[in-house]
């Protein structure tokens, strides 16, 4: 039994050792057909210099690390061989087949020639010369890394992560006012409670190397949850049908302060000059309003009784009321929306 054991291990470490030399003879193998490549074609130039003056520069559409796809102009044929240079010192990547893709012509698998090169990083230059040695024209590229670039600028971006980044704000209600003409004049009642809503954006986020965000690009953004508006209900009547009384209706004369005279100790208003006559009422015992100017209807002013005269502001000035006469129910008439339109009062009924 123990014999048995013995044969298996060994014929397993047989095996292990010949797996190895088959690589190993495949790596030789691989190098020395690279040396006879380099045998058999010649570097078109012996540096960038030359480079420049005696080959053109070829069309790329795109250049990666692993291909190069060639633009229209380029004059290449599929399955064609070519022998490609890297400069600015002449370094030979190989031989490699045109490929055709969706009627574009290119060259792949240069990244696996470039990890076998220790390559400065900087501007460099690809030249590409046919099989029988023909020039094809040379390319300007950026190394770093051992990998090829268009340019540096792509060599960085190529650092570059990007993710989607959600994000979520907050979205304030709206307010609205309603106006009541049956509320009492400066109330207020939030009939319906407003709620925020809220937004979710989805954004994709570039980062540089150093993890700072360098750019971003809104993909999409939606409604998660719908913001409700508040609406107040603000009262706008002065005086309440229900309660509010007439007492008392007076005419007289306006005047300013220049207009005014002294008559047996009273400030009075002069009726020598000629003055706006008015009409003023008295609603409930103690709120006066000047309702009509020359007998046309405006806006109630408000009033304060002053002594024997009535004080308020007329287009923004202090103007003074002097009643010559009128009367009145003492106990009051009730205020009805009749009288409200004919005085041109805020009134409801609350």
């Known amino acids: 039994m123990k014999r048995n054991y013995f044969l298996i291990i060994l014929v397993l470490f047989v095996g292990l050792f010949l797996v190895g030399c088959s690589k190993e003879d495949k790596k030789v193998d691989d190098v020395k057909d690279k040396e006879e490549q380099e045998e058999k074609v010649e570097a078109p130039v012996n540096n960038t ?13 795109k250049v990666t690390e692993d291909e190069i796809v060639f633009s229209e102009e380029v004059e290449l044929k599929e399955n064609q061989k070519v022998a490609v240079w890297l400069y600015s010192e002449p370094k030979f990547l190989g031989y490699f087949d045109v490929v055709e893709e969706n009627g574009v012509m290119m060259i792949k698998g240069l990244k696996e020639a470039m990890e076998e090169l220790d390559v400065e990083p900087g501007d460099h230059n690809i030249a590409i010369v046919t099989e029988e040695g023909d020039s094809v024209g040379y390319i300007d590229i950026y190394v770093e890394e051992n990998k090829i670039f268009e340019d540096e600028q792509t060599a960085i971006e190529s650092k570059y992560t990007t993710k989607e980044v959600v994000e979520k704000k907050e979205v304030k209600y709206e307010t609205e006012t309603k106006k009541d003409s049956n509320k009492k004049k400066g109330s207020k009642e939030v009939t319906q409670k407003g709620v925020n809503g809220e937004i979710e954006t989805t954004y994709k986020v570039t980062y540089d190397e ?20 508040e609406i107040i209900v603000v009262g706008e009547a002065e005086y309440n049908i229900n309660t509010s009384k007439i007492t008392s209706e007076f005419i007289g004369f306006m005047c300013s302060e220049s207009q005014t005279m002294t008559y047996d100790g009273q400030k009075a208003c002069d009726d020598s000059i000629q003055l706006p006559s008015f009409k003023i009422i008295a609603i409930d015992k103690g709120s006066y309003k000047v309702v009509t100017l020359n007998e046309v209807a405006i806006t109630p002013i408000t009033v304060t009784k002053k002594g024997n005269l009535y004080v308020g502001t007329y287009k923004g000035k202090t103007h003074y009321f002097d009643v010559r006469g009128g009367g009145g129910n003492p106990d009051g008439d009730p205020l009805t929306m009749n009288l409200c339109k004919k005085y041109n009062l805020s009134c409801g009924a609350w």
């Open 49 to 61: 210099e030359e480079l420049k003056e005696k080959m053109e520069v070829i069309e790329a559409s």
């Open 210 to 229: 150093n993890g700072k965000e360098i750019s971003r690009e809104k993909i999409s953004e939606k409604v998660t949850k719908k913001a409700v508006k």
